[in-house]
């Protein structure tokens, strides 16, 4: 039975879905406003890397790595200039 848990936790963590937040995500991120045009991501609390962005149609979407480094200047420069928007 532990094997069984065990393959299915690797499956999870190996096997991301490209348009829905996975459990492990769900667990290690937390939900920002950026003061930007009041967007919300998702940021890894361990690593700091911006991950998702909530559309317009209320739906996560995995930031590809070209806009990712785009999203991350702005989320780094609030958080170093320690803004909080709402």
Not at 12 to 35: E, F, G, H, Q, R
Not at 63 to 86: D, G, H, L, M, P
Request: net charge positive.
């Amino acid at each position: 039975m532990k094997k069984v848990a065990i393959v299915l936790l690797l499956t999870l963590i190996i096997s991301v879905p490209c348009y829905a937040i996975n459990i492990i995500d769900t667990m290690l991120c937390k939900k920002v406003v950026l003061c930007f045009h009041h967007k919300v991501v998702l940021v890894n609390r361990i690593t700091g890397k911006v991950k998702y962005i909530l559309n317009n149609n209320q739906q996560w979407v995995l930031i590809s790595e070209a806009r990712q480094k785009f999203w991350q200047a702005i989320y780094n420069a609030q958080v170093e200039s320690k803004i909080v928007c709402r």
